[in-house]
């Protein structure tokens, strides 16, 4: 039998890669985001723009999912009128722990030019904000970076303490 001996002092040390078990949680969590298909408004064009081939979410372990159950991200892609805030939250409370949100556009952000009176005036007076995207709306190249942002927001969070509760404009 061939006898192979490496000698690691003259290839760049041991292949060993120390960390911690909340750490390696939070990456694999990190990396395997699966988002609600959730698309109110035309910023949810660019939402499906961002999960075809072009840009390819997938990469990302982004993988859109039809059931909030099945999902830990929600994408507010669009106008939230005052009429469907009731469902986006039972949606919300669908979705298992630990969730996040990403509000896309101005109009999910502040209610946009929408300033009437069946829009809500920002998604985070209903539910917990995580992420905030600018723009009208905002490229698909935006999201694929609001992502890679909440990556490294998770990253940093640990997967046994208590989160703290998330505030409600
Ligand atoms: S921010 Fe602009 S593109 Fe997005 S839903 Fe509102 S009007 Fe449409």
Same mark, same amino acid.
């Given at each position: 039998m061939a006898l192979h001996k490496v000698d690691y002092s003259k290839q760049n040390g041991l292949p060993i890669v120390l960390t911690t078990v909340d750490k390696l949680i939070q990456w694999g969590r990190s990396n395997s985001l699966w988002a609600v %298909? /959730? +698309?109110?408004?035309?910023?949810a064009i660019e939402m499906m723009a961002a999960g +075809? +081939?072009?840009?390819?979410f997938d990469r990302f372990g982004v993988i859109f999912r039809a059931s909030a159950k099945q999902s830990e991200v929600m994408i507010i892609a669009g106008t939230l009128t005052k009429k469907h805030a009731e469902f986006t939250r039972r949606l919300y409370d669908a979705m298992p722990e630990p969730k996040w949100v990403i509000s896309m556009g101005s109009c999910a952000n502040t209610g946009g030019m929408f300033n #009437? /009176? %069946? #829009?809500?005036?920002?998604?985070d007076r209903i539910i917990p904000v995580d992420i905030y995207l600018p723009g009208c709306a905002p490229r698909p190249e935006t999201l694929q970076y609001a992502l890679m942002i909440l990556q490294k927001k998770i990253r940093r969070q640990t997967p046994r303490r208590k989160q703290p509760p998330k505030r409600l404009v």
């Open positions: %298909s /959730y +698309g109110l408004a035309c910023c +075809g +081939g072009r840009f390819d #009437t /009176y %069946s #829009t809500v005036q920002g998604c």
